[in-house]
Nanobody, 121 residues
Framework: QVQLVESGGGLVQAGGSLRLSCAAS????????MGWYRQAPGKQRELVAT???????NYADSVKGRFTISGDNAKNTVYLQMNSLKPEDTAVYYC???????????????WGKGTLVTVSS
């Protein structure tokens, strides 16, 4: 099994920045991709960004140009740098482990407990 622990959430004013971290441990050798999801109250959980072990990235249109996902394979850690934050970015952000196959991301049922990001207007 895989254990994921997120950190870095908090309260920030619109236009500010935060960096989220996700540390992975356990049986991670078969994992070749990670993703960040978020869920706001009353809304479905949505995929924000993904990264493969080779460094390929993808972003939701709503965050493209503002968020950057990166990884440190040696530390088994992925990051989400969030700049130019907007109130609509307010959500609980979850780290997810998955697989990249044929240029598609397949999320597995491995999740962190989430970290809350609140952006004030």
């Amino acid at each position: 099994q895989v254990q994921l622990v997120e950190s870095g959430g908090g309260l920030v004013q619109a236009g500010g920045s935060l960096r989220l971290s996700c540390a992975a441990s356990g049986s991670i050798f078969s994992i070749n991709a990670m993703g960040w999801y978020r869920q706001a109250p009353g809304k479905q959980r949505e995929l924000v960004a993904t990264i493969t072990s080779g460094g390929s990235t993808n972003y939701a249109d709503s965050v493209k140009g503002r968020f950057t996902i990166s990884g440190d394979n040696a530390k088994n850690t992925v990051y989400l740098q969030m700049n130019s934050l907007k109130p609509e970015d307010t959500a609980v952000y979850y780290c997810n482990a998955g697989l990249e196959l044929s240029h598609r991301y397949y999320g597995m049922d491995y999740w962190g407990k989430g970290t809350l990001v609140t952006v004030s207007s």
